[in-house]
């Protein structure tokens, strides 16, 4: 037996051969990763560069608390603007769109990255047609008109760019408009509690109405199969069901708009938790919606014999007249200030923590300190809330 | 047996061919064949790496002791794919993302590995570049005619472009895979009036864990 031959060149001979590759490999790695990092930074920068036409190089930023629906965000190093990814539920999983907006805040190009919606439909929204309507939107995206038959996936690539704002808004520090559904209209109200008449918005995170003394409205929302699913729920005194009333909804015929039928309506009346909802097989993902939609609902509804409720206030501005939503509680105390609408120039400085934080706690305006540079607008804003105040002692 | 060298170049696309006769690398044969590009492009990637694994090989067979020849192959193989992945990155972008995942997958791919043992470690280099370059082309070809098949029912298009109206999707997830696989198998059996399958030289005693099984003896595996 040969000892070296049988038990010292085989391993020598695959060590040797080991450290040759590895050796290959370390020379072709130096050659090419500094090849390939410039690729890939010059193939993103050439994609961004298409929705922010003129800028030449980026630089990611870090987004702590990133908006729902928010990917990334990068800053032109030239300082013309950002381009920002966001994405929301299409009818085909997420669209992710990339957004370039200028330094004034308008849409400068938009691209869509991942279109999985329906080939020769919801594909569409990836048309230079559609997406042209774009350019130069502000966060409003006021005028935009979705595709005729293709409305899910236009509405996804919306929401979207909706998102791209809220992302832009974090990272660039201005205001953008809020991309929260609208309040309930009176009818969805009525619906619920047709023999009230007054209706008090509370001062809560979310939405939720005291109907007079006959109860609650809660109005919760989540993604379904096919955008978001909105109900407004009423509640008795007790906490339990009155009804249902689906203010958003695009569920699929025969499946998820099941639930929109009067008779599931019907069947939920008289719950007083989200675990006794029936829901109907074959219906999962808007079932799963409901459910949460209703949970929700009844953690808000808990919290609501103590909350405060919300009183409007109006007074006139510098261009025309602000509105302001106090929240007040039993005791008559500040718990919220929230600007309604204003046509103020400068209005955004009242939004700001530091003027709008001198109201909470308090019972009434004496005190508070105007913003200097925005006096008139400030000095609105404490007129409205004294109007809220009246209105509440009044109420 | 000494093959002239047309007939290795040749042996592979069909008689000898790696996927429909052999019955190698199954696995990314079905599982990269949902498109004919896919298809395509699976095989010339791994046929690149096959002709320069058996030329190394080939140079290596009487420095590798017989022991550790499996690890040594596999270093080979997976070093060469790597460099290979890495120079297409970097050189050639286009194609890189073209091939996506297949690229580093052909490490895995047992072709390259069965025919370093079959083939590369007993013939030349010459010899063992044209059977590269022989059962590459019938790796590539028969992915791409499985892939052109399945795309073309599971998807009613052909690379990509539209051409038949309302497509038959089971064809392009797993069971149609098979299906087809099974469909080109004896199509391949026919050509050859089933001759194909019964050469000895690649039967058990030709495994790569021949000698570890020991039944190739026996004609079993």
Redesign the interface.
């Known amino acids: 037996m040969n000892m070296f031959k049988d038990f010292v060149l085989p391993p020598l001979v695959l060590t040797i051969i080991c450290i040759v590759v590895s050796a290959a490999l370390v020379a072709t790695e130096s050659i090419t990763t500094p090849i390939i990092e410039e690729q890939q930074k010059a193939a993103a920068d050439a994609a961004r560069a298409v929705v922010l036409p003129g800028a030449s190089g980026f630089e990611l930023l870090s987004v702590t608390d990133m908006p729902e629906g928010g990917v990334d965000a990068y800053k032109a190093t030239d300082g013309s603007g950002y381009v920002i990814t966001a994405q929301a539920k299409g009818y085909g999983g997420q669209l992710k769109v990339m957004v370039g907006i200028d330094s004034n805040g308008l849409i400068a190009g938009t691209q869509v990255l991942e279109n999985n919606e329906t080939q020769g439909l919801g594909s569409r929204v990836s048309d230079a047609s559609f997406m042209n309507q774009y350019v130069g939107k502000d966060s409003t995206l006021e005028g935009i008109e979705t595709i005729g038959g293709v409305t899910i996936s236009s509405n996804a690539f919306n929401k979207a760019v909706q998102n791209a704002y809220q992302v832009y808004g974090q990272v660039a520090g201005v205001a953008v408009a809020g991309n929260e559904r609208d309040p309930i209209t009176d009818e969805v109200k009525t619906q619920l509690f047709p023999d009230v008449t007054a209706f008090n918005r509370y001062a809560v995170e979310g939405e939720a109405y005291k109907a007079g003394n006959a109860g609650y409205i809660v109005v919760t929302s989540n993604a379904g199969f096919a955008g978001d699913v909105t109900t407004a729920i009423g509640f008795d005194l007790n906490g339990a069901v009155t009804g249902v009333v689906f203010t958003e909804t695009n569920e699929t015929d025969d499946y998820g708009e099941q639930y929109t039928r009067k008779s599931w309506r019907e069947a939920q009346v008289g719950k007083t938790s989200a675990d006794q909802l029936n829901l109907i097989a074959g219906a999962t993902v808007t079932g799963d919606a409901l459910r949460a939609n209703f949970t929700e609902a009844f953690e808000l509804l808990a919290t609501l014999p103590e909350a405060a409720l919300e009183y409007e206030g109006a007074a006139e501005g510098y261009n025309g007249t602000m509105t302001v939503y106090v929240g007040i509680d039993a005791a008559g105390t500040i718990t919220s200030v929230r600007l309604g609408e204003s046509g103020d120039d400068f209005v955004t400085k009242v939004e700001d923590e530091a003027f709008s934080s001198q109201f909470i706690g308090k019972t009434s305006t004496d005190g508070i300190e105007t913003i200097s540079g925005a006096t008139m607008s400030s000095t609105a804003f404490i007129k409205a809330v004294d109007a809220a105040l009246a209105a509440q002692k009044g109420a | 047996m000494k093959k002239n060298k047309l007939q290795i170049l040749t042996n592979g696309i069909i008689k000898e061919n790696p996927v429909l006769v052999l019955m190698l690398g199954t696995c990314p044969t079905l599982a990269t064949t949902t498109s004919a590009i896919n298809g395509l492009g699976m095989g010339v990637a791994a046929t690149a790496v096959l002709v320069f694994s058996n030329m190394i090989i080939s140079m290596?067979k009487s420095?590798?002791?017989d022991?550790?020849r499996i690890?040594?192959y596999i270093?080979?193989i997976?070093?060469l794919v790597?460099?290979v992945q890495?120079?297409v990155?970097?050189?050639a972008?286009d194609l890189y993302t073209a091939l996506g995942v297949f690229l580093p997958l052909i490490v895995v791919n047992c072709i390259i590995l069965g025919r370093a043992e079959m083939f590369a470690s007993k013939n030349s280099v010459v010899d063992s570049a044209l059977d590269g370059i022989g059962m590459g082309l019938g790796f590539t070809l028969a992915l791409f005619m499985m892939g052109a098949i399945r795309e073309l029912l599971g998807a009613g298009t052909i690379f990509g472009a539209p051409v038949l109206g309302t497509p038959i999707s089971i064809f392009g997830v797993a069971p149609g895979g098979f299906f087809v696989f099974g469909c080109l198998v004896a199509l391949v059996n026919k050509i050859t009036k089933g001759k194909a399958i019964k050469k000895k030289e690649f039967s058990c005693a030709g495994c790569p864990a021949a000698s570890i099984c020991g039944q190739a003896q026996k004609g079993e595996c």
């Open positions: 290596l420095v590798i002791p022991k550790v690890p040594c270093v080979v997976a070093g790597t460099v890495m120079f990155q970097a050189y972008p």
